[in-house]
């Protein structure tokens, strides 16, 4: 897959989606088309792992459950759970 900007204003398809800050990175991947691979959608199965190319200052702290899960599937730093890390604003580049 293509790295993926995430901006606050997203242009897809020829219209233009806004995303509230605190969004989840998987509501914001469907509201531009974008498939992510996922399962639980609850930060258990880790099946929605994605690496943060750039943005990360913009993410949300990784909760307890989203830490053990990524240290689970030997994830780097700039590794999140699509399912658990917020988008707080600002633009995003991520890789599935
Ligand atoms: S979909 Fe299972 S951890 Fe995100």
Redesign the pocket.
């Known amino acids: 897959m293509f790295p993926l900007l995430l901006q606050t204003a997203i242009r897809a398809h020829d219209s233009t989606t806004i995303h509230s800050e605190r969004t989840r990175l998987?509501e914001i991947s469907e509201k531009v088309g974008a498939s992510i691979t996922?399962?639980?959608?609850?930060?258990?199965?880790?099946?929605?792992?994605m690496r943060i190319v750039s943005g990360m200052e913009h993410m949300s702290e990784r909760s307890v459950l989203e830490d053990q899960?990524l240290q689970e599937n030997m994830a780097g730093r700039n590794h999140r759970?699509?399912?658990?890390a917020q988008v707080l604003g600002g633009d995003i580049i991520v890789k599935a």
Do not use: D
């Open positions: 998987i996922y399962g639980c959608r609850e930060g258990e199965c880790g099946t929605c792992m899960v759970l699509a399912c658990q």
